[in-house]
């Protein structure tokens, strides 16, 4: 597992929970997936959950990977938690986004 990132804030939206700080990705060339990831909380506790990537762009600030969290709330991914990824993911991601 690869860190992916550490949350410094997150939104309960109707289809899930988008964790901050977005990812800032070279161009639009991507595709939106679904994969596991595993969230680690401040206090060290440790599971997994699945995950939707997506790709936005913002205006100014260019285009970033959005990761939201379908099952999670607000409350179980507290800040300073770490969201890890897996081969499968970092794959799909490419080379240029670490």
Partial sequence: MQLLLQVTDAF????GLV???E????DGSFKPFE??????TPDGARRLAEASFS????????FKLMV???KERK???????KVYSGDEVHSRV?????
């Avoid at 309960?12 to 289809?15: E, G, N, R």
């Fill in 75 to 81: 409350e179980s991914v507290p800040i300073g938690s």
């Fill in 68 to 70: 939201a969290l379908p």
């Fill in 55 to 62: 790709l936005t762009h913002f205006n100014p600030g260019g």
């Fill in 23 to 26: 990812i800032p990705f070279p």
């Fill in 19 to 21: 964790l901050a700080p």
């Fill in 12 to 15: 309960d939206l109707s289809w």
């Fill in 35 to 40: 994969g596991r990831v595993e969230i680690v």
């Fill in 94 to 98: 490419g080379p240029s986004w670490a």
